[in-house]
C-alpha cells in the first residue's frame, strides 16, 4: 500500500457526460501527479500540482481539467467524454516538487460507453 | 528531450531463469531512472531507482539494474524468477524541468512459466 488512494476504482459512463477522479495523496505530500494508461499512448503524464497550484502540463486535452484543494486532495474532472477516454488514470504524489520518487496509487479506470 | 525505450513488449522466462528486461534511455543531462512493477489490477510500484552515485542498484524483491552511461541502458535483472514476478514492467526517466515528471517505456510484460 503506497498510501496513495484514488476513488472511485471504477467508473462507467457514456459519451457527453462528465467525471470526477478524487485523489488523496500521502500524508506529508505536497506534490500530485496526474497519468494516464491507455492501450494506444501508453503511460503518460497530464499535470502536477504542487501546495495548491499548477506546476506542470502534459498531454493533458482541453476538456480535462484538475485542482488540488486546502487539505492537498486533487481532483481531476473529464467532461464532454469520448469513447478515447476510456484508460486507466493514476494519481501519484511526492514529498516535494524536485522530489523524484513519486508514489502511485491503484487507480481509476474509466470505461466511456 | 527525455524518452525511455523498452525492447521487447513480451518477455517469457521459465520458473528460476533469468529474468532480464531492457530499456534504453535518451537524456541530455544526467538522468534518474526508475523500474516500475504493475500486478494485475493494481497500480505501480517502485522496485528501484537510480540518481546518482553506485551505478549497480539493488531494488525490492531482488530485482537490481544497472546504469551504463556508454551503452545509455538501465536493464533490470532478476536471478532466479519466480511465478510471482509475472507483471507488467515500466522503465522510466524523470524528466528533468520543474515538474520532474516521469516519462515512461511502452512497459515489457513478463510471463513466467512453471
Known amino acids: 500500500d503506497s498510501g496513495v488512494t484514488q476513488t472511485p476504482k471504477h467508473l462507467i459512463t457514456a459519451t457527453g457526460q462528465r467525471v470526477t477522479l478524487r485523489c488523496s495523496p500521502r500524508?506529508?505530500?505536497?506534490?500530485v501527479y496526474w497519468y494516464q494508461q491507455s492501450l494506444d499512448q501508453g503511460l503518460q503524464f497530464l499535470i502536477q500540482?504542487?501546495?495548491?497550484?499548477?506546476?506542470a502540463k502534459g498531454n493533458i486535452l482541453e476538456r480535462f481539467s484538475a485542482q488540488q484543494f486546502p487539505d492537498l486532495h486533487s481532483e481531476l474532472n473529464l467532461s464532454s467524454l469520448e469513447l478515447g477516454d476510456s484508460a486507466l488514470y493514476f494519481c501519484?504524489?511526492?514529498?516535494?516538487?524536485?522530489?523524484?520518487?513519486?508514489?502511485f496509487g491503484p487507480g481509476t479506470r474509466l470505461t466511456v460507453t | 528531450a527525455q524518452s525511455v525505450t523498452q525492447l521487447g513488449s513480451h518477455v517469457s522466462v521459465s520458473e528460476g531463469a533469468l529474468v532480464l528486461l531492457r530499456c534504453n534511455y535518451s537524456?541530455?543531462?544526467?538522468?534518474?531512472l526508475f523500474w516500475y512493477v504493475q500486478y494485475p489490477n493494481q497500480g505501480l510500484q517502485l522496485l528501484l531507482k537510480?540518481?546518482?552515485?553506485?551505478?549497480l542498484v539493488k531494488g525490492i524483491n531482488g530485482f537490481e539494474a544497472e546504469f551504463k552511461k556508454s551503452e545509455t541502458s538501465f536493464h533490470l535483472t532478476k536471478p532466479s524468477a519466480h511465478m510471482s514476478d509475472a507483471a507488467e514492467y515500466f522503465c522510466?526517466?524523470?524528466?528533468?524541468?520543474?515538474?520532474?515528471?516521469?516519462?515512461f517505456g511502452s512497459g515489457t510484460r513478463l510471463l513466467v512459466r512453471p
Open positions: 501519484a504524489s511526492s514529498v516535494n516538487y524536485r522530489a523524484y520518487e513519486q508514489y
Open positions: 500524508s506529508g505530500d505536497l506534490s
Open positions: 500540482y504542487y501546495n495548491g497550484e499548477e506546476r
Open positions: 537524456s541530455s543531462v544526467p538522468p534518474y
Open positions: 537510480y540518481t546518482t552515485g553506485a551505478t
Open positions: 522510466a526517466v524523470t524528466m528533468m524541468d520543474s515538474s520532474y515528471k516521469l516519462i
